[in-house]
């Protein structure tokens, strides 16, 4: 009994530590990296590590805001079905109305935007649980997707290629480019700023955040809305590169995110986790897809052991969290 | 006549770390008998009633119950054995009748093996009347207020044949008509032989109904009386008379009494039309039992809850209080009664606890991360916060340290009205001194100190005055010269001085 606890201790004492430190992550994909390089030369070569980035990209972005609510405790499953109903949005505005490119985006982000404040006010003001409310909103995105697009593919016609394909100085893809901005500006966010800082303290505690003085539903709509305008941006790279929106694409998108934020230690309870560590949670999720590849692993076997790797994750996470309801003594 | 005896408890003990709970208590319940506990908060009341009902283990002594011996219960056997605790909401159904409920479990069934409701109601209507509770079987349980729910959960226990009833705190939140009526079923109940343990802190309740009453302090049996044996100034005095080494000794501090923090008809839930000052430099101590309102209080005057009336003066302006963020910009603090569940973010480290309030309430955006180090570092040493760097996760600190770091959050957020709710709960005895000292301290700096506390001794040493309240209202005020356990117990149970 007591060597059991004790194990218990042990192995979340780890976990713990692997959770806050990015150093894990590293090492494991150092790791990953020199085995792969030994068992194929192209695994570790510029154009290939562009390639995982650049795939990674849409994921990341979304990832971001995913993350953003996450640390605040609040859970968003609609990003991939809302991605779906903008990129519906965008394709019509761009080939039937010939809106130009400019105000497509702008459309596209005034869009996810505001879809992401209507999920953040219905969450915060019906009280229901964010997992559940995100769930019913989702289905509702999955509706509006066919709605918008009459349940058609909506082709571009050529037009908007090369906002999520063209490569900067003929290597480094636009999207990994957009991907590195917004982490880092993810990053400033989480670590600098004041409304960061309160996200991780309404995540971590949200009744001693409220008697600190911070605003609980103010912060949490604004997550929500980070998450949606991240999700709505994202769509067109997604539209960009296959040149049409499809009412059923991203629908992989909000466990895929929520996965990667866990790997990369942010707790589903909140108040805790990095973007540095989310980051390298995205990537590493990027990478053993590559290196499963270039293994030719079958793609039918690829989801097992994707889906093996992201159910180990989350038990960890939800060892620590256990830990953390537990007796802090 | 000779009596049965029900219950025997020998020499019954628990200790809690820290703690003797309960110490080597004797008790015994008769047939048909009324036995009332009184004490304090923290006097072993809960404690006891949990060895009865199971939820507990005693650390030695038996426990008798029809002839056998157990050296502790379990919730099965407790009920099997026919103890049944009376609760305030629990353990009904809303959505069935009053009928379904009291037969829950043993309904009688026809011949096919369905359920008998006409029996069902015909046995209830019988019941109920035998025990004079004018109530339809057929009323969902859901639509009745708590003092008809309670009186459903005697008839459900006498259904059931229990022998002995716990009843605690059974009349908080009750009007003096309901109070009549609960006490008339309990003498009723008593009078079918079933054994009654009353507890309550209000006496008069206790004396109109005891066959005897039994005095706890902490985790002792002080005394036991028969009926008539006792008047109420014996049993206060009985209840308190603790030993004066318990005491801290503090250094007193001028008061300015030209400036002060005013509440004024403060109303909202519970609480009604309180009014009171905290002067400049007084530590103004909140007395009261538990229920009666002192944390609802203190979280009305923070806008943690909203007040339906009243208004807050500090140093002479009105200040709006609708939330905490106005609350804390007015200069107002509140260390919370449950610091690690409404304190402290235990998995953050020490420097974002202490920064939050301030981080929270200041104008910018960026956070000046060096700024914040040098501050929170100065903290940490000024008021003493033993931790090995300020990356330190708050939840790996002592109780005491874990109390420091809400302090310090407040000193850093600059707040001149600190409003302490039970400060030094779960701490050790080391730490509540320096606790203590940090208060007096404050004090001389000329802050404004309110401090919620059950803990007598406490409230005794460190208050320049006492207020104190009961049922959601201000029922004394008793100045340092006049402060003494009788004086705040009296009022607390409804007493006058």
């Known amino acids: 009994m007591s060597l059991n606890i004790e194990l218990t201790k042990r192995t979340a004492k780890w976990i713990n530590k692997s959770n806050r430190s990015v150093y894990y992550l590293l090492g494991i994909m150092v790791i990953a990296g020199i085995v792969m390089s030994f068992l194929d030369p192209n695994f570790l070569t510029v154009r290939n590590i562009f390639n995982v980035l650049n795939q990674q990209s849409t994921l990341g972005i979304v990832t971001m805001g995913v993350t953003m609510a996450l640390i605040a405790g609040c859970i968003d499953l609609t990003v991939g079905n809302l991605l779906a109903t903008v990129a519906g949005i965008a394709a019509i505005a761009l080939s039937r109305w010939g809106l130009s490119d400019g105000w497509a985006i702008l459309l596209a982000c005034s869009a996810g935007l505001l879809t992401g404040v209507f999920n953040g006010i219905l969450v915060v003001k019906t009280k229901i649980d964010t997992f559940i409310a995100t769930l019913g909103l989702l289905t509702i995105y999955q509706g509006l997707a066919l709605?918008?697009?009459?349940?058609?593919?909506?082709?571009?016609?050529?037009?908007f290629g090369w906002f999520g394909t063209?490569?900067?100085?003929?290597?480094?893809?636009?999207?990994?480019?957009?991907?590195?901005?917004?982490?880092?500006?993810?990053?400033?966010?989480?670590?600098?700023?004041?409304?960061?800082?309160?996200?991780?303290?309404?995540?971590?505690?949200?009744?001693?955040?409220f008697l600190a003085g911070i605003n609980l539903d103010l912060h949490k709509i604004s997550a929500y809305a980070i998450s949606g305008l991240l999700a709505g941006f994202t769509s067109l790279i997604v539209i960009s590169r296959i040149g049409q929106s499809q009412p059923a694409m991203g629908v992989s998108y909000p466990l895929e995110a929520i996965a990667a934020s866990v790997i990369g230690g942010v707790s589903l309870s909140g108040?805790?986790?990095?973007?540095?560590?989310?980051?390298?949670?995205?990537?590493?999720?990027?990478?053993?897809?590559?290196?499963?590849?270039?293994?030719?692993?079958?793609?039918?076997?690829?989801y097992v052991m994707l889906g093996s790797i992201i159910i180990i994750a989350v038990t960890l996470s939800n060892l620590g969290a256990a830990r953390k309801a537990g007796n802090p003594n | 006549m000779e009596r049965k005896v029900l219950l025997e408890v020998k020499g019954c003990s628990k200790s809690f770390p820290g703690v003797k709970a309960f110490n080597k208590v004797d008790f015994d319940l008769y047939e048909g008998e009324i036995h009332c506990i009184v004490g304090e908060n923290g006097a072993g009341k809960s404690t006891f009633i949990k060895m009865l009902s199971g939820a507990l283990r005693p650390d030695e002594g038996t426990i008798i119950i029809g002839g056998q011996q157990y050296s502790y219960l379990t919730p099965a056997l407790a009920h099997q054995l026919g103890i049944t605790t009376i609760y305030q909401e629990i353990s009904l159904a809303p959505?069935?009748?009053?009928?379904?409920?009291?037969?829950?479990?043993?309904?009688?069934?026809?011949?096919?093996?369905?359920?008998?409701?006409?029996?069902?109601?015909?046995?209830?209507?019988?019941?109920?009347?035998?025990?004079?509770?004018?109530?339809?079987?057929?009323?969902?349980?859901?639509?009745?207020?708590?003092?008809?729910?309670?009186?459903?959960?005697?008839?459900?226990?006498?259904?059931?044949?229990?022998?002995?009833?716990?009843?605690?705190?059974?009349?908080?939140?009750?009007s003096s008509n309901e109070i009549g009526n609960l006490l008339a079923l309990v003498k009723e109940v008593a009078a079918k032989g079933v054994g009654v343990i009353y507890i309550s802190h209000h006496l008069?309740?206790?004396?109109?109904?005891?066959?005897?009453?039994?005095?706890?302090?902490?985790?002792?049996?002080?005394?036991?009386?028969?009926?008539?044996?006792?008047?109420?100034?014996?049993?206060?005095?009985?209840?308190?008379?603790?030993?004066?080494?318990?005491?801290?000794?503090?250094?007193?501090v001028?008061?300015?009494?030209?400036?002060?923090?005013?509440?004024?008809?403060?109303?909202?839930?519970?609480?009604?039309?309180?009014?009171?000052?905290?002067?400049?430099?007084?530590?103004?101590?909140?007395?009261?039992?538990?229920?009666?309102?002192?944390?609802?209080?203190?979280?009305?005057?923070?806008?943690?809850d909203q007040k339906s009336s009243g208004t807050v003066f500090v140093e002479g302006h009105e200040i709006q209080v609708t939330n905490p963020?106005?609350?804390?910009?007015?200069?107002?603090?509140?260390?919370?009664?449950?610091?690690?569940?409404?304190?402290?973010?235990?998995?953050?480290?020490?420097?974002?606890?202490?920064?939050?309030?301030?981080?929270?309430?200041?104008?910018?955006?960026?956070?000046?991360?060096?700024?914040?180090?040098?501050?929170?570092?100065?903290?940490?040493?000024?008021?003493?916060?033993?931790?090995?760097?300020i990356y330190?996760?708050?939840?790996?600190?002592?109780?005491?340290?874990?109390?420091k770091v809400v302090l310090a959050k407040w000193l850093y957020a600059d707040a001149n009205v600190i409003i302490f709710d039970e400060p030094t709960r779960g701490i050790d005895i080391g730490s509540k001194e320096e606790i203590y000292k940090l208060m007096v301290q404050l004090a001389r700096q000329g802050k404004y100190i309110l401090m919620v506390s059950s803990d007598m001794p406490e409230l005794i040493a460190m208050c320049d005055r006492v207020i104190v309240m009961r049922q959601g209202r201000i029922v004394g005020e008793i100045g340092r010269g006049q402060l003494s356990e009788e004086n705040v117990l009296t009022y607390s149970i409804g007493g006058i001085l």
């Open chain 2, 325 to 389: 963020s106005l609350a804390i910009k007015a200069g107002l603090s509140l260390l919370t009664e449950d610091r690690q569940k409404t304190g402290v973010i235990l998995e953050h480290n020490v420097k974002w606890n202490i920064s939050i309030v301030h981080m929270a309430n200041t104008s910018g955006h960026f956070i000046n991360e060096r700024k914040e180090r040098e501050d929170v570092n100065h903290y940490v040493k000024a008021i003493d916060i033993k931790t090995p760097t």
């Open chain 2, 95 to 174: 959505e069935l009748t009053v009928a379904e409920n009291i037969f829950m479990g043993m309904e009688p069934v026809n011949r096919f093996g369905f359920i008998d409701f006409p029996k069902l109601d015909r046995e209830s209507k019988k019941l109920l009347e035998n025990l004079k509770i004018d109530l339809g079987v057929e009323a969902l349980v859901g639509s009745l207020n708590i003092p008809q729910k309670q009186s459903i959960q005697i008839a459900k226990a006498m259904a059931r044949e229990a022998k002995i009833f716990i009843l605690d705190e059974p009349t908080a939140s009750y």
């Open chain 1, 166 to 209: 063209y490569r900067v100085a003929g290597i480094i893809p636009l999207p990994v480019i957009y991907f590195m901005v917004i982490t880092i500006i993810a990053y400033i966010v989480t670590r600098y700023t004041k409304f960061g800082r309160k996200l991780y303290a309404i995540g971590g505690n949200p009744e001693a955040a």
């Open chain 2, 392 to 403: 330190q996760e708050v939840r790996h600190l002592s109780g005491g340290n874990q109390q």
């Open chain 1, 271 to 302: 108040g805790r986790g990095t973007i540095p560590g989310v980051f390298l949670g995205v990537i590493l999720l990027g990478l053993i897809r590559n290196s499963l590849n270039i293994l030719r692993v079958p793609s039918f076997y690829q």
């Open chain 2, 204 to 252: 008069e309740e206790v004396f109109s109904i005891h066959d005897r009453i039994t005095i706890l302090r902490d985790g002792n049996k002080v005394a036991s009386h028969q009926k008539n044996g006792v008047t109420l100034e014996k049993i206060i005095s009985e209840m308190v008379g603790r030993d004066l080494s318990m005491f801290y000794t503090r250094e007193l």
């Open chain 1, 147 to 159: 709605i918008v697009s009459k349940g058609n593919n909506i082709y571009l016609q050529g037009k």
């Open chain 2, 254 to 304: 001028d008061i300015n009494y030209t400036k002060a923090v005013e509440f004024k008809d403060i109303s909202g839930g519970d609480i009604k039309d309180v009014s009171f000052k905290i002067h400049q430099g007084e530590i103004v101590g909140l007395a009261g039992m538990v229920g009666s309102g002192r944390t609802d209080l203190v979280r009305l005057i923070f806008g943690a």
